[in-house]
């Protein structure tokens, strides 16, 4: 049922029955763990006491600078991810998908400890930014997940990737709002004279680190699925001599090709079809990001300034419910609904929702009680719901417009790119936010109108660009 190795695309029988069924399914699980852990939970997990860990390292000079600051130590781990991610894919193609999913897992055991023990302004960014550089895992496995599905399974595979990055979104800040400041939400668990007392972001980061280094130890049994001949063949016991049978029953024309492929990464600039998917997705990437800093952000500021005045349990537990519908959406109905609209029809009907969503949240502030709490909830659910399954049509259409050999460095490419417009997200999210508390009596846009109309300018341009001609499908 899998497809591991177009170069050898007549796989016999038995081959093919080996790799189907159970194996898949075990490997598809090995990646929603993976994405969740190297990925969404260090990156979302800090969210929700960002705000109050700017204010305690007393760098802000008011209250309103504080979402400034937060917006760098936010873009840190991005900019760093943008950086390196085209070198980890190059060596993904080289090497294997394998290796580099180790490195990587070690980098966030490592590194989001240091971070959870950061004492000042300075010492954050920097292991944010090396967390980001060392990190490159993202790229390899959405490789993996086309390689391990053939295609009528790749929208159930980069479904889950996507719904695994979803999720993370959402267990992340809900791992950082319930465990941040555990001395003061749990004195008698964390007594005064404990660990977490003196750094009291170190305990959701560190347990983050731990899920991580099980998973690490999981990740020893994970099949190589660039297949190089000798070594990888042998974990499916397929023979030496069947390989090269397979190969000389390939057509010259297709050698010839990924031939080529190999030897000139230029072929993946010239590749309109995922260029162009490549740019549509940034934009989006660069609004998803965006709105999940200024969320927690709007959430946690003072009704004065017009947010919600919530804490980091309440921040943490309106994104944790956020989860069940994303869940529920991504694994149960995405698959068929994209067989039937296709991804592109996908993310542009989930981006006009998200713009009518996003136009309603200025609204919410004005509310209170249950019937506050229900509205922000199925608002968030809705607009995770919505951004997970415009990611995910975008991923589809990158992975099908290259072949194996290339899937590396394109992903490699998506992700450098898609970082770099990540990093602008919290930055530029954190200062719009911080000016727009400053002119809460404007006579246009005042306040939080003015931030939300900007995530939905970018929405909106996100939207135009997955017309023709600016976006190509690629020829299957």
């Known amino acids: ?13 038995h081959t093919s029955a080996k790799l189907s069924g159970k194996p898949r399914t075990r490997m598809l699980t090995f990646l929603w763990m993976f994405r969740i852990k190297s990925g969404a939970l260090p990156i979302s997990s800090l969210f929700p006491f960002l705000y109050f860990m700017i204010r305690d390292f007393k760098i802000a000079k008011s209250e309103e600078d504080i979402g400034f600051y937060a917006g760098y130590v936010g873009s840190a781990f991005m900019f760093g991810r943008a950086l390196t991610s085209v070198l980890w894919g190059m060596i993904a193609d080289r090497y294997g998908r394998k290796p580099v999913i180790l490195f990587g897992t070690i980098a966030v055991v490592v590194l989001n400890t240091l971070f959870g023990l950061s004492t000042n302004f300075w010492m954050a960014v920097s292991t944010r930014f090396l967390l980001g550089s060392l990190c490159g895992i993202l790229g390899p496995m959405r490789a993996y997940a086309s390689e391990v599905c053939r295609k009528e399974y790749q929208a159930l595979a980069m479904s889950i990737i ?22 003061e939400k749990f004195p008698n668990v964390f ?48 023979p030496y001599e069947a390989l090269e049978a397979e190969e000389n029953k390939t057509s010259k024309e297709e050698l010839q090709r990924n031939e080529g492929s190999r030897h000139t990464s230029w072929s993946l600039l010239r590749n309109w079809p995922l260029i162009s998917s490549i740019i549509v997705y940034c934009v989006f990437q660069l609004h998803d990001m965006a709105y999940t800093e200024i969320f927690s952000l709007w959430a946690i500021s003072p009704w004065k300034f017009g947010g919600l005045n919530y804490s980091t349990a309440d921040v943490g537990e309106v994104l944790a419910l956020s989860g069940f519908g994303l869940l529920l959406f991504q694994l149960c109905l995405y698959p068929q609904v994209e067989r039937i609209c296709g991804p592109i029809v996908i993310s542009r009907v989930g981006a006009v929702l998200s713009i009518i969503l996003l136009s309603s949240y200025p609204f919410l502030a004005k509310l209170t009680g249950i019937i506050l709490t229900i509205l922000v909830d199925s608002a968030s659910i809705l607009k995770n719901v919505l951004a997970v399954s415009i990611t995910t049509g975008l991923f589809l259409l990158q992975n099908r417009a290259v072949t194996q050999e290339q899937r590396g460095a394109a992903n490699g490419i998506s992700l450098s790119a898609m970082s770099l417009f990540k990093a602008m997200g919290p930055a530029a999210g954190g200062l719009i936010f911080s000016w727009a508390q400053k002119r809460q009596n404007a006579s246009f846009l005042p306040g939080t109108h003015m931030v939300f109309f900007l995530l939905n300018v970018v929405e909106a341009l996100g939207l135009l660009m997955t017309f023709k001609p600016f976006l190509a499908q690629p020829n299957d």
Request: proline share 8%.
């Open 1 to 13: 049922m899998t497809d591991l190795c177009p170069q050898h695309s007549q796989l016999t029988a």
């Open 162 to 183: 996507s719904t695994s990055w979803g999720i993370g979104l959402v267990i992340g800040p809900a791992i950082g709002g319930y465990l941040a400041q555990p001395a």
């Open 191 to 238: 007594p005064a004279k404990s660990v977490f007392r003196r750094f009291p972001y170190l305990l959701p980061c560190l347990l983050i680190s731990v899920f991580s280094l099980g998973v690490m130890v999981v990740a020893c049994w994970l099949p190589e699925t660039l297949h190089m001949h000798g070594e990888n063949s042998k974990e499916y016991d397929i």
